[in-house]
């Protein structure tokens, strides 16, 4: 677990003339264990926002710091963060188990503590008796679940979702809101969730970060945002 700290955070897309800026100072503490939604307008900036955070964007401008680390110039694999994303993209042709280990497996990881991760990640997600499945083998929570084990598996400090909800019909997409929110309840990793979603912000977030063109325009629990006079 960690908290993030953003700092006078500034992006923009191309240079000199042609530069356009989309994100115009950003400043945020969040705390260690935190679940913050970041919500607002499509193209707003907030997925450039989380990338930054992943490390798959470069940073113009500020800093950026995971715990007492600043990440802007550290590789995505040097942050302690795992993603989960809108398509899952679960690799069809390789187990539920393999599907989870793929990530260790190519940082060579220890077969023994593969199998040590997988197993644990498996118990907290109900997923333990599925291991030799295929995922088409699954119904559309379990394979939720199962994007979801690859990202815990790595242990990461951070928890960074890019509306992982967004392709989900409604049942499933309520489901997997109460699936996220308890293994946050049970695991406490810091997380950042980006949707564009108003009840999705609501249900989810302990405090909401609300952007307006490349700006942070509010930053407080569903209740202080949605009440304010
Ligand atoms: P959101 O996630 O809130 O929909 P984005 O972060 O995707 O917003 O985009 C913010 C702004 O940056 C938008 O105006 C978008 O067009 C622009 N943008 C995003 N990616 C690029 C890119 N690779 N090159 C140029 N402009 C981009
Ligand atoms: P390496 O340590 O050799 O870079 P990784 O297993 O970390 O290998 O994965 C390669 C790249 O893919 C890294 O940039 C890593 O951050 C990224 N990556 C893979 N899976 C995830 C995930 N679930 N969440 C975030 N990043 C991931």
Known sequence: ????????????????????????GVNAEIRDGEFIVIVG??????????????????????TISIGDRVVNNLEPAQRDIAMVFQNYAL????SVFDNMAYGLKIKNVPQD?????????AKILELSHLLDRKPRQLS????????????????????????????????????????IQKRHNQLGITSLFVTHDQ?????????????NG????????????????
């Open 140 to 179: 559309g929570g379990q394979r939720q679940r199962v994007a979801m084990g690859r990202a815990i598996v790595r242990n990461p400090q951070v928890f960074l979702f890019d509306e992982p909800l967004s392709n989900l019909d409604a049942k499933l997409r309520a489901q997997t809101r109460i699936e």
């Open 91 to 94: 690799y069809p042709h390789m």
């Open 41 to 62: 307008p499509s193209g707003c900036g907030k997925s450039t926002l989380l990338r930054m955070v992943a490390g798959l964007e470069e940073i113009s401008g500020g």
């Open 113 to 121: 503590e593969i199998k040590q991760r997988v197993d644990a990640a």
């Open 199 to 211: 009840v999705e912000a609501m249900t989810l977030a302990q405090r909401m970060i609300v952007m």
């Open 214 to 229: 490349g700006r942070v325009e509010q930053f407080g629990t569903p209740e202080e945002v949605y009440h304010t006079p």
């Open 1 to 24: 677990m960690a908290s993030i700290t953003l700092k006078d955070v500034v992006k923009q897309y191309g240079v000199g003339k042609a530069a356009v800026p989309v994100i115009h």
